[in-house]
């Protein structure tokens, strides 16, 4: 039984469109779709193609309704003539596939039929100051697995937590409550074990790269939150997690498709990998001429010496006029979720209405930004003119050093930055405070000598994000066109 409808109710369904050689594809929307139907919801089917017409739409919807014995109302619309935005983003997200013309030979199967489920122990763990990871919700991120922050258990927790099964390459971490339905494949042996709210999926008649990628696109998505309860927390069932409807091609081609998506996705990964290993030599280089081998005549002053220290704020979000245009406004959200050290984008922007609001004005490209609060030190280069909020330090480097020197500066002191951050409800350091840190200022040869030193790892760093940033944006569009079929792959 998906989406309401018995198997054979749906191949009947399927079997009825694939007569009208204008359709191309059919993609079954609204309750149905999105796993909240009841057993009267109709049947919400949108038909795409070049021929389809208003007319085809109608005269499906009463041929389906005159001559077969289907005890559904059903609704065609004929996408091409679709003119509400909404409806049509909301097929284009949450619509599912169920009919594209030459994909007979691909399958769907209930992800309970491909993997094994096993469940973690319901219970808190002692945690210790070392030993071994216990893989927790907070440390799966949604296509990877980081263990370099989870917490640790001894010997006695771990093995209590793993006597029945010890995760393996390949296995899928998924997560159940709060953050559910993320997932991250085990790619390396390491010894670790998997805490409250996780379930590991052990593939066994599917290829796990091939439904690991699956799970983190959008249709899972989108089926995932259709069979979400629980009122206090979200949490999906074990029950429900069998459910979910996985497409099934032959296993020479899940295989073909895995290894396009996990080319991309090491590439990408060799490149952050390049990244970090240029900010450490960076850094290294930073303490060595400016730490270790700081010459006592160097001049001590203050970081309002060195830089100009600008602060923002938030137009009001109860005027629509402040809002949607076409200036950068970024709050420290756009990079505490960065994955590289540039800014190129923000998830929000104002008006000039709304940029008259905030007395900063556009700070130039190639400002450095620290979050002040929530946390106090993130950082990033704005690679566009943008406005800030509150919640940060806006640092122009106008007086001489480089953003990268003051860059280098900020993570070697970091610790010291956030000493002089106070707060009851959260820790924030003000711009008067940040103004007011105490600096060595080198001779101008040292900064000058040092910026060309490590110019080029910067340029670098920055030509790897732009073809991160490329890369990745070509994984997200293949990655729904390989899983639906849209995309073949020459096996």
Same mark, same amino acid.
């Given at each position: ?316 979000t109860s005027k629509p006029e402040y809002w949607n245009g ?53 950082? @990033? +280069?704005? =690679?566009?003119? $943008?406005? %800030? ?9 106008? &007086?001489?050093? /480089? ?29 008067? @405070? +940040?103004? =007011?840190?105490? $600096?060595? %200022? ?9 910026? &060309?030193?490590? /110019? ?36």
């Amino acid at each position: 039984m998906k989406y309401g409808l018995s198997e054979k109710q749906l191949e009947e369904i399927i079997d009825f469109i694939a007569g009208y050689p204008e359709v191309e594809t059919a993609l079954l929307f609204g309750s149905r779709a999105l796993g909240t139907f009841r057993e009267a919801s109709d049947v919400d089917i949108a038909l795409q193609g070049e021929g389809v017409t208003f007319a085809l739409a109608a005269k499906m919807k009463f041929n389906i309704e005159e001559d077969s014995y289907l005890p559904f109302i059903f609704d065609f619309i004929a996408y091409p003539t679709i003119t509400n935005e909404a409806l049509r983003k909301h097929i284009d997200t949450k619509g599912v596939v169920i009919f594209r013309r030459g994909e007979s030979d691909w399958k769907e199967m209930e992800l309970g039929d491909v993997c094994t489920l096993l469940d973690c122990l319901h219970k808190t763990p002692k945690y210790s100051g070392s030993g071994y990871p216990m893989v927790r919700v907070t440390d799966v991120k949604n296509g990877f697995l980081d263990t370099s922050e989870c917490l640790l258990v001894d010997e006695e927790v771990f093995k209590a937590f793993s006597k029945d099964y010890k995760p393996k390459i390949g296995d899928i971490i998924f997560t159940r409550v709060g953050s559910f339905g993320l997932s991250a494949i085990v790619k390396k042996e390491e010894r670790f074990c998997i805490g409250q709210n996780t379930t590991l999926l052990l593939p066994n008649k599917i290829d796990p790269f091939f439904i690991f990628y699956f799970l983190i696109g959008t249709d899972a998505r989108n089926q995932i939150e259709g069979l979400v309860g629980g009122s206090t927390q979200p949490t999906i069932s074990m029950a429900n997690i069998r459910k979910i409807i996985i497409p099934y091609p032959s296993i020479d081609e899940q295989k073909a498709i895995a290894s396009v998506l996990t080319c991309l996705d090491d590439k990408i990964d060799l490149l952050h990998r390049q990244n970090k290993t240029l900010e450490a030599m960076a850094e290294t280089l930073f303490r060595q001429w400016f730490v270790e081998e700081a010459q006592e005549d160097w001049e001590e002053g203050k970081m309002g010496d060195i830089v100009t220290v600008v602060s923002g704020t938030t137009p009001k979000t109860s005027k629509p006029e402040y809002w949607n245009g076409e200036y950068h406004w970024t709050s420290p959200r756009d990079i505490t979720t960065l994955k590289g050290l540039f800014l190129f984008d923000t998830e929000r922007k104002i008006t000039k209405e709304g940029l008259e609001q905030i007395g900063s004005g556009l700070l130039p490209s190639g400002s450095l930004l620290m979050s002040s609060r929530a946390p106090v030190g993130a950082l @990033a +280069f704005a =690679e566009i003119p $943008v406005a %800030i909020n509150q919640g940060y330090a806006g640092i122009i480097c106008d &007086k001489g050093f /480089s953003r990268e020197y003051v860059y280098l500066w900020l993570k070697t002191n970091m610790d010291f930055v956030k000493s002089h951050a106070n707060g009851s409800t959260f820790q924030e350091i003000s711009k008067s @405070a +940040f103004r =007011e840190l105490a $600096v060595n %200022i080198p001779d101008n040869k040292s900064n000058f000598e040092f910026n &060309k030193l490590i /110019s080029p790892s910067f340029t670098k760093i920055k030509t790897n994000c732009v073809q991160i940033q490329t890369l990745e944006k070509l994984r997200d569009t293949l990655l729904p066109k390989l899983m639906s079929g849209e995309v073949r792959v020459e096996i």
